[in-house]
């Protein structure tokens, strides 16, 4: 099932190629046929800029989608972890705490902030 985000990553894919396929058109018409080569060159880097911003969007899309697996990656992990735990602790439990904390960070007054996976944050 395809997602917005994929909808918008095919999209970009199929924008960059129909621009590529105009570019190499232009290419072709120019070794062809005679023209105005400051024309020429204004219409092939317009088209080059053009290519490059579509691009960029494309990579930006695939890093957010990568992003988006690693965090339900990271999520059913989690999910898997505590529901393997029972519902009261007697003692530490190790695998739950690399499961849930990215870090904690102590300071010189006692005080400490505990960083879940997620990005939340706590003082405790």
Do not use: C
Request: avoid cysteine.
């Amino acid at each position: 099932m395809a997602t917005l985000l994929d909808l918008r990553i095919e999209k970009a894919s199929r924008e960059m190629n129909a621009v590529a396929a105009v570019t190499k058109k232009h290419i072709a018409q120019n070794a062809e046929t005679e023209q105005d080569q400051e024309e020429y060159d204004q219409k092939y880097h317009a088209l080059v800029q053009q290519y490059e911003k579509l691009q960029q969007q494309f990579t930006k899309l695939q890093q957010e989608r990568a992003a988006r697996i690693n965090r339900m990656d990271t999520l059913h992990h989690f999910l898997e972890t505590i529901s393997a735990v029972p519902q009261v602790l007697d003692s530490f439990d190790e695998e739950l705490w690399r499961a849930t904390i990215e870090k904690v960070t102590v300071f010189h007054d006692g005080k400490m902030i505990f960083q879940f996976l997620d990005g939340t944050e706590i003082q405790g």
